[in-house]
């Protein structure tokens, strides 16, 4: 595969068969390559696997990376072949986020009037300023030259709201947090929805893997952030349920509302 990001490739896209981008082909001078969308489906994921393979088989035929393009750009769901001006710009391609990316996440949350958004509601509105100082455990001296690894101290409530996230479909194999983990930075402004699912998903599904990145969001404040913006989203859906249909129950608003109201 080319090492190179600078020169011009041509390359074929992949699609689903109901459109959705899975991934790009790319062959430049002297080299092919396959590129993943980071912000794809999993079912996409698991279909660029597939891609992978015909591309790999193509190129052991000996086939020039031109030829190999070409060769998948005639299989099903492939695209014609297209220019760029280097892989640099291919990648840059495939981070884009389409609103179906969006839509796709928001599907996975779990209906207004479930009871789970109410124990989200409750878990937040009774976390604490202490529940939200981290910590520590071990640290001390075992043995001689033995030592317990430290590790971060979450309280009960601050779990009972970690869990309430995943509580309402939040926390979604539809996002492969892994190509895509947590911002380590504080959020500027309100979080989209689709988004607070993208962090909620880093957040406690990173925390499994690397204790710490639970603490990190709690200290920036992404934590919270993802809580309201889901919050607010939950409540918009409380509005247009009852306007469109009149009061149902456990899907009419509540003090939360008058938060969001007054924020307004």
Not at 9 to 23: K, N, Q, S
Not at 24 to 42: C, E, Q, T
Request: aromatic share 6%.
């Amino acid at each position: 595969m080319s090492s190179g990001t600078r020169h011009p490739v041509h390359y074929t896209t992949a699609t689903t068969p109901d459109g959705e981008v899975i991934g790009y082909a790319w062959g430049d001078f002297d080299g092919v390559g396959w590129i993943d969308r980071p912000a794809s489906s999993l079912g996409a994921y698991q279909a660029g696997r597939e891609w992978y393979r015909k591309l790999d088989e193509a190129q052991g035929k000996g086939l020039a990376p031109h030829a190999v393009v070409a060769s998948l750009s005639r299989e099903p769901g492939a695209g014609p072949v297209t220019g760029a001006h280097s892989v640099g710009a291919l990648e840059e391609l495939s981070r884009t986020v389409t609103a179906a990316d969006d839509q796709r996440l928001l599907a996975q949350l779990h209906p207004c009037d479930s009871q789970a958004w109410q124990e989200l509601s409750d878990a937040f509105d009774l976390l604490t300023d202490e529940d939200r100082e981290v910590g520590s455990g071990g640290g001390q001296l075992l043995r001689e030259g033995v030592y317990h690894v430290s590790f971060p101290v979450y309280t009960k409530p601050l779990w009972r709201a970690v869990h309430a996230l995943s509580g309402v479909g939040a926390v979604t194999p539809e996002h492969r947090w892994v190509d895509n983990p947590m911002d380590p930075h504080a959020p500027v402004g309100a979080l989209h929805p689709a988004d607070a699912v993208r962090a909620a998903t880093a957040i406690v599904r990173g925390e499994r893997l690397c204790e710490g990145t639970l603490a990190t969001a709690l200290k920036i404040g992404l934590l919270d952030a993802v809580a309201l913006s889901l919050r607010t989203w939950n409540a918009s859906r409380r509005d247009e349920r009852a306007g469109a249909a009149g009061p149902h129950p456990g899907c009419t608003g509540g003090p939360f509302m008058l938060y969001v109201a007054e924020a307004k």
